[in-house]
T-cell receptor, first 113, second 110 residues
Framework: EPEVTQTPSHQVTQMGQEVILRCVPISNHLYFYWYRQILGQKVEFLVSFYNNEISEKSEIFDDQFSVERPDGSNFTLKIRSTKLEDSAMYFC???????????FGEGSRLTVL | SQQGEEDPQALSIQEGENATMNCSYKTSINNLQWYRQNSGRGLVHLILIRSNEREKHSGRLRVTLDTSKKSSSLLITASRAADTASYFCATDEDDYKLSFGAGTTVTVRA
């Protein structure tokens, strides 16, 4: 069964460092998403991406965040200068046309020290 | 905010019993979805109910939607230990954003 894959599964970084989280969505999907979940809290929407541009973003997705689909298969989330409060599980998801179902990856756990 | 809010926050039941959780939301939706999350894992889609549907079944899952009350319920029948997880409702108001509630943590005791 096709799946969304995310790397790395866990990254530890120092505050102020740049982090890139990578995702390979399901190949024929058209809509791509990043969500985050701080430990024990709700799943929060960060950004959606369609037709090679951001469709919608939340207040969390400030200038420190960016997304890119550099080569037609990978979908990356970059945090330019990490803060302690960026520590969370980051989930990538993708969706095909004509369906509302999101397929999620297993997540990348980011720990900022 | 469009986010759904689940009730109760936590639920503990015996294996074989039914588990019911509710979700309320605030404005118009295209559809409402339920997802499951095992501890430390990604979210798995369970079921989608469209705004013009009132009830939907999938295996041991039954979902209802009442758009007049802006609420939905998820019923898991004949629960199993493997059903232990967090369950989230999510509302879809457009193509570009799915908003999740805080979830209900279900523990099924053997």
């Amino acid at each position: 069964e096709p799946e969304v894959t995310q790397t790395p599964s866990h990254q530890v970084t120092q505050m102020g460092q740049e982090v890139i989280l990578r995702c390979v969505p399901i190949s024929n999907h058209l809509y791509f998403y990043w969500y985050r979940q701080i430990l024990g809290q709700k799943v929060e929407f960060l950004v959606s991406f369609y037709n090679n541009e951001i469709s919608e973003k939340s207040e969390i997705f400030d200038d420190q965040f960016s997304v890119e689909r550099p080569d037609g298969s990978n979908f990356t989330l970059k945090i330019r200068s990490t803060k302690l409060e960026d520590s969370a599980m980051y989930f990538c998801a993708s969706r095909g046309a004509n369906t509302g179902e999101l397929f999620f990856g297993e997540g990348s756990r980011l720990t900022v020290l | 905010s469009q986010q759904g809010e689940e009730d109760p926050q936590a639920l503990s039941i015996q294996e074989g019993e039914n588990a019911t959780m509710n979700c309320s939301y605030k404005t118009s939706i295209n559809n409402l979805q339920w997802y499951r999350q095992n501890s430390g894992r990604g979210l798995v889609h369970l079921i989608l109910i469209r705004s013009n549907e009132r009830e939907k079944h999938s295996g041991r899952l039954r979902v209802t939607l009442d758009t007049s009350k802006k609420s939905s319920s998820l019923l898991i029948t004949a629960s199993r230990a493997a059903d232990t997880a967090s369950y989230f409702c999510a509302t879809d108001e457009d193509d570009y954003k799915l908003s999740f509630g805080a979830g209900t943590t279900v523990t099924v005791r053997a």
